[in-house]
């Protein structure tokens, strides 16, 4: 009898001595097995976990030289030494697709395209961001979301959230608090100081990655998805418009501690890159 008893102790010890070795492992962005298992059931649905967020941030200069909707109705007054000329506005915060989805083989740019919307009827997409019913943040709140998000002027933030949050069970206060949350966190980096001194100059993707490798110190820039748009006239993809971290969903509380981040994509920009002023 001692033997079995033995046999189950020694393979509870091999067990709990291999589960950290699997915690190390880099997640990536397109597998979410491992972040869903933490990642409490939004509304109590277990079917709305998901594995990561996508931050998505924009360079307001590079946005308003591209001539991007996503600039907001102020482009044509905004001043250089401008703070959101300075520093990263906030686009979004994106869950990945629900594990009921990814159940049903729902491919990842069909949840990109419609994010809640698919819960609706017919999976209908509003025509524009305005025709999302308004948000009534507290005046705080809304405040400084109208500084960090300028193109809330044009409803970014309504098709944000109901996009984006409504469906998981997030509520606008909060899920606006905590976004802005990550966006303080960055901008207070190193990161976004490197960017400050690089506005008016073309860098080198490397360089660019590096920064952001050294500010958040962390063992590579695989984190770090980077969008470029095309200046009127211009061949070529290469001003910065926005860039999308990718973090785990059961680590967001950590952000930005190295833990937190996660393998994403690559993004479409060229070798060299324009960081507009």
Same mark, same amino acid.
């Given at each position: 009898?001692?033997?079995?008893?033995?046999?189950r102790?020694?393979?509870?010890?091999?067990?709990?001595?291999?589960?950290?070795?699997?915690?190390?492992?880099?997640?990536?962005?397109?597998d979410?097995?491992?972040? /869903?298992?933490?990642?409490?059931?939004p509304?109590?649905?277990?079917?709305?976990?998901?594995?990561? *967020?996508?931050?998505?941030?924009?360079?307001?200069?590079?946005?308003?030289?591209v001539?991007?909707?996503?600039?907001?109705?102020?482009?044509?007054?905004?001043?250089?030494?401008?703070?959101?000329?300075? !520093?990263?506005s906030?686009?979004?915060?994106?869950?990945? /697709?629900?594990?009921?989805?990814?159940?049903?083989?729902m491919?990842?740019?069909?949840?990109w395209? *419609?994010?809640?919307?698919?819960?609706?009827?017919?999976?209908?997409?509003?025509?524009?961001?305005?025709?999302?019913a308004?948000?009534?943040?507290?005046?705080?709140?809304?405040?400084?979301?109208?500084?960090?998000?300028?193109?809330a002027?044009?409803?970014?933030?309504?098709?944000e *959230?109901?996009?984006?949050a409504?469906?998981?069970?997030?509520q606008?206060?909060?899920?606006? /608090?905590?976004?802005l949350?990550l966006?303080?966190?960055?901008?207070?980096?190193?990161?976004?100081?490197w960017?400050?001194?690089?506005?008016?100059? /073309?860098?080198?993707?490397?360089?660019l990655? !590096?920064?952001?490798?050294?500010?958040?110190?962390?063992?590579?820039?695989?984190?770090?998805?980077?969008?470029?748009?095309?200046?009127?006239?211009?061949?070529?993809?290469?001003?910065?418009?926005?860039?999308w971290?990718?973090?785990?969903?059961?680590?967001?509380?950590?952000?930005?501690a190295?833990?937190?981040?996660?393998?994403?994509?690559?993004?479409?920009?060229?070798?060299?890159?324009?960081?507009?002023?």
């Amino acid at each position: 009898m001692r033997l079995p008893c033995l046999f189950r102790v020694l393979l509870c010890a091999v067990l709990l001595s291999v589960l950290p070795l699997f915690g190390a492992v880099p997640a990536r962005a397109d597998d979410s097995a491992a972040a /869903t298992a933490f990642n409490p059931a939004p509304n109590g649905k277990p079917g709305l976990r998901f594995g990561h *967020y996508t931050f998505a941030l924009l360079w307001e200069p590079g946005v308003c030289l591209v001539h991007d909707e996503l600039a907001g109705p102020d482009c044509a007054t905004r001043a250089t030494a401008a703070v959101r000329s300075r !520093q990263w506005s906030l686009h979004g915060l994106w869950a990945s /697709t629900p594990v009921e989805l990814q159940a049903q083989r729902m491919p990842d740019p069909t949840w990109w395209r *419609y994010g809640c919307y698919w819960y609706q009827p017919d999976h209908t997409i509003p025509q524009g961001a305005c025709a999302n019913a308004a948000l009534h943040l507290p005046p705080a709140l809304h405040a400084r979301l109208s500084v960090a998000m300028p193109a809330a002027a044009t409803c970014l933030d309504r098709h944000e *959230y109901f996009k984006h949050a409504q469906c998981l069970g997030f509520q606008p206060a909060p899920f606006f /608090t905590q976004a802005l949350q990550l966006l303080d966190a960055v901008n207070a980096n190193a990161f976004t100081a490197w960017m400050r001194a690089q506005r008016g100059r /073309t860098v080198s993707r490397t360089a660019l990655l !590096q920064a952001f490798q050294r500010g958040f110190k962390l063992t590579s820039a695989a984190a770090l998805e980077l969008r470029c748009g095309r200046r009127p006239g211009a061949r070529r993809e290469d001003v910065l418009v926005q860039v999308w971290m990718t973090i785990r969903s059961d680590r967001l509380a950590q952000f930005p501690a190295p833990a937190s981040f996660m393998a994403g994509r690559r993004g479409n920009c060229p070798a060299r890159i324009f960081i507009a002023r």
